[in-house]
């Protein structure tokens, strides 16, 4: 935790954690208020005092673990930063923002809590907190029943949200004044890299689609270059993503590329994002480099 001076009050709260055995911990915050940083702050403290714990990365747009448009779990270690813990399992969301696909990231959040195997689970949140942000807050909290709530705020933006919740346990902190903001264009560069590491390595692999569970959408209309997908096993247990690189309806072959080995692939899920080979994201199937559907 070299980044930032931990302020004393979330020391405090990680202290009351402990010692109440708040085994399930929501984080609430605005886009800013260093959520990722007392989720890794808290998970060193509970290590540090013996104890596994399990880390819910539920903001699809600036992810700490895993790629970009998926929920995530890791396990946390005190000797590693958060951003090193390795995943363990993703759930599949399609898109980089909340707004449009609540209930996938509600869904997603409560499976990766559910798969989780620790006595204590930190779940980090997005930071749209207003609108459509309170509805998702509202829903994750119901679906999720915590133990207690971490609202970290400014001044009282979650004012709205921590009063619907008051049968809940809820620990109101600040936000560390050393906390820096992030401008639209560094937060989709950084989900670029994000993508493009996560792709470096990727092989392309061409499937027959009688043979694939297609989800969320139809073929003949979703399908298409440069499409975002998900990948799934027999059971639906998230594998990775996939960048559709061509798609042949004569044939009946999609081809995608993707670091997941083929012969696990048994379910193809259909996102809402395009992106091209090197990461970047792209406004359309027709933008970049061009293979269209045949």
């Known amino acids: 935790m070299s980044a930032i001076d931990i302020p004393t009050p979330w020391r405090t709260a990680a202290e009351q954690i402990l010692k109440q055995q708040w085994h399930r911990i929501l984080v609430l915050g605005a886009t800013d208020r260093g959520k990722s940083t007392y989720c890794a702050f808290l998970g060193q403290t509970l290590s540090a005092a013996g104890f596994r714990v399990a880390f819910v990365d539920?903001?699809?747009?600036?992810?700490?673990?895993?790629?970009?448009?998926?929920?995530?779990?890791?396990?946390?270690?005190?000797?590693?930063?958060?951003?090193?813990?390795?995943?363990?399992?993703?759930?599949?969301?399609?898109?980089?923002?909340?707004?449009g696909h609540l209930l996938p990231v509600v869904v997603g959040t409560k499976r990766m809590v559910e798969?989780?195997?620790?006595?204590?689970?930190?779940?980090?949140?997005?930071?749209?907190?207003?609108?459509?942000?309170?509805?998702?807050?509202?829903?994750?909290?119901d679906s999720l029943r915590p133990q207690v709530i971490v609202a970290l705020e400014k001044e009282q933006e979650l004012g709205p949200i921590v009063r619907a919740c008051r049968n809940y346990n809820v620990i109101r902190l600040r936000s560390s004044p050393q906390t820096k903001a992030k401008s639209i264009d560094i937060r989709r560069a950084a989900r670029e890299q994000a993508f493009r590491t996560y792709f470096e390595g990727a092989?392309?692999?061409?499937?027959?689609?009688?043979?694939?569970?297609?989800?969320?959408?139809?073929?003949?209309?979703?399908?298409?270059?440069?499409?975002?997908?998900?990948?799934?096993?027999?059971?639906?247990?998230?594998?990775?993503?996939?960048?559709?690189?061509?798609?042949?309806?004569?044939?009946?072959?999609?081809?995608?590329?993707?670091?997941?080995?083929?012969?696990?692939?048994?379910?193809?899920?259909?996102?809402?994002?395009?992106?091209?080979s090197d990461g970047c994201e792209l406004s359309s199937p027709f933008q970049g480099d061009k293979s269209p559907a045949k």
């Open 115 to 141: 798969l989780a195997q620790a006595p204590f689970v930190i779940i980090d949140t997005s930071g749209l907190v207003t609108g459509s942000g309170r509805v998702l807050k509202t829903f994750q909290i």
């Open 203 to 276: 092989r392309e692999h061409r499937l027959r689609l009688r043979q694939l569970v297609v989800q969320r959408g139809f073929v003949s209309v979703r399908l298409a270059h440069h499409l975002l997908c998900g990948l799934a096993d027999s059971q639906g247990e998230g594998l990775g993503l996939a960048i559709v690189r061509q798609v042949n309806f004569r044939r009946g072959t999609v081809s995608l590329l993707t670091p997941v080995a083929r012969q696990a692939i048994r379910i193809l899920q259909l996102g809402s994002l395009y992106l091209s």
């Open 58 to 99: 539920a903001d699809v747009g600036q992810k700490d673990v895993g790629p970009p448009a998926t929920i995530s779990l890791a396990y946390l270690d005190e000797a590693l930063e958060l951003s090193q813990a390795p995943l363990a399992a993703l759930y599949f969301v399609g898109a980089v923002s909340p707004i």
